[in-house]
């Protein structure tokens, strides 16, 4: 597992609830807490769940709590979207957790299809496209 896409403390964007801090798993945090916090205090209780900026895939994979969650993890670098592809299939959790790259500006989903959306950065995705694909 490669170390040059982690960093220890990263400001989490939980839409609709949340800014919130991750500890990367990388250093010694555990992502399954910090999924499952970043769920309660959602209150979602299932849906796709979006993970933009998704890394290795550690929180990405940890995100899908239980059989009710879909997870979508996307990045723009597509070493990132390998190495989480990876992850997600040495966990048997591919095709309920899924990875892929973006264009880093537009989220491919329907209006009002994720809920949450999980993002240590936004990016160039405009708050009005998170807003518009999380049915805020």
Not at 25 to 30: M, V
Request: proline share 6%.
């Amino acid at each position: 597992m490669s170390t040059t896409l982690a960093t220890p403390w990263r400001p989490a964007l939980l839409i609709p609830v949340t800014l919130l801090a991750v500890r990367s798993p990388l250093q010694g945090g555990n992502p399954h807490e910090e999924a499952r916090r970043m769920l309660e205090a959602t209150g979602v209780r299932g849906g796709l769940v979006v993970h933009l900026g998704c890394g290795d895939g550690t929180l990405t994979a940890a995100l899908r709590e239980n059989d009710r969650y879909l997870v979508h993890g996307l990045d723009v670098e597509g070493r990132a979207v390998a190495e989480a592809r990876q992850h997600i299939q040495s966990l048997g959790l591919a095709g309920p957790v899924s990875a892929d790259t973006f264009d880093g500006q537009h989220l491919p989903y329907a209006d009002n299809l994720a809920n949450p959306l999980v993002a240590e950065d936004l990016g160039n995705v405009a708050m009005a496209e998170v807003k518009a694909r999380a049915g805020m």
